[in-house]
C-alpha cells in the first residue's frame, strides 16, 4: 500500500511540476514575443523541451522561451514523425464553421466525399492540383477563391470574373487548366476579399490549401491518388 501511494504521489508531483513549466514558459513567451501569441503549449517526450505551436507551425523551446529548434521531432524506432501528427491535429479547423457561400460548389458523381480548398488562379502549384482533382469523382468541392495579389497582382480581377461568370467552376478550370482568359464583368457582388479575410483568420499562408471533412489541413499540393487514400481514411 505504501509503495502504490508512493508511486501515485510522485506521479501527481511530476504532473504538478511539468504543469508548472509550461506556465512558465507560457509567461516567458508573453513577455518575450507580445506581438507573437502561442495558441497552445504541451510536453514532448523530450524532458524539458515543449512543444509551441505559434504562426500556423510547431517550434520546440526550454521553459526559458528564449531558444528556438524548427523541425520536425521523430520517433525513429516508431518511424514516426511527431511534429506532423501534432500540425495535423493543431492546424485542423472546424469545416462546419466555413461560411460556404463563400464558395464555388462542384459537384463531381455523387459528391459524397467532401473537399474545401483555398486556391489562387494564378498559382502553378493550385493549377497543377487542378489537374489532379480532374482524375477524382464521387467528390464535392467547395472552392473558396484566395488571390495572393502580392505574388499575382492579376489574381483578384481574374477572381472576380470567375465568381461573376455564368458557370463559375466550369470558367476556373478553364483558366487554370486550359488557359482560357475569363470575358466576363467582375464587378458583380463577390466574396474575394471576405476569402482573403478567412484565410487569414484560419492562418492560411500559401496555396493551395485542402481541408478534409474531418477539418485536418493538407498545405500545398497532393497527388490524384494520396488524396484518395486520405479520403478513404476518413471514411474509415
Given amino acids: 500500500m505504501k509503495t502504490w501511494l508512493s508511486l501515485l504521489s510522485f506521479g501527481l508531483l511530476s504532473m504538478s511540476m511539468a504543469h508548472a ?3 512558465k514558459l507560457q509567461q516567458n513567451l508573453k513577455t518575450n514575443f507580445p506581438d507573437m501569441p502561442a495558441k497552445s503549449v504541451n510536453s514532448t517526450p523530450v524532458k524539458d523541451i515543449y512543444e509551441v505551436f505559434m504562426g500556423g507551425r510547431i517550434v520546440y523551446t526550454n521553459d526559458e522561451g528564449r531558444y528556438f529548434f524548427v523541425g520536425s521531432l521523430i520517433d525513429l524506432p516508431a518511424q514516426k514523425n511527431l511534429t506532423e501528427e501534432r500540425t495535423q491535429v493543431l492546424s485542423a479547423i472546424d469545416v462546419k ?3 460556404l457561400k463563400q464558395a464555388i460548389k462542384q459537384v ?5 466525399r467532401v ?11 493550385c493549377h497543377k492540383l487542378e489537374a489532379e482533382l480532374a482524375k477524382i469523382d464521387n467528390l464535392t468541392i467547395y472552392l473558396f477563391m484566395f488571390p495572393l495579389t502580392s505574388l499575382h497582382p492579376e489574381a483578384e480581377r481574374i477572381s472576380r470574373q470567375v465568381w461573376c461568370s455564368k458557370k463559375p467552376y466550369q470558367t476556373w478550370t478553364d483558366y487554370t487548366l486550359n488557359k482560357k482568359q475569363p470575358t466576363g464583368k467582375d464587378s458583380c457582388t463577390n466574396p474575394i476579399q471576405d476569402n482573403i479575410a478567412l484565410a487569414e483568420k484560419l492562418e492560411i499562408t500559401g496555396t493551395p490549401t485542402l481541408f478534409l471533412q474531418d477539418g485536418s489541413r493538407i498545405p500545398g499540393g ?3 491518388e494520396d488524396l484518395e487514400k486520405r479520403l478513404a481514411e476518413i471514411k474509415k
Fill in 108 to 112: 463531381k458523381g455523387k459528391g459524397e
Fill in 97 to 99: 464553421q466555413l461560411p
Fill in 21 to 23: 513549466d509550461i506556465q
Fill in 115 to 125: 473537399i474545401y480548398l483555398f486556391s489562387d488562379p494564378d498559382c502553378p502549384y
Fill in 222 to 224: 497532393m497527388s490524384a
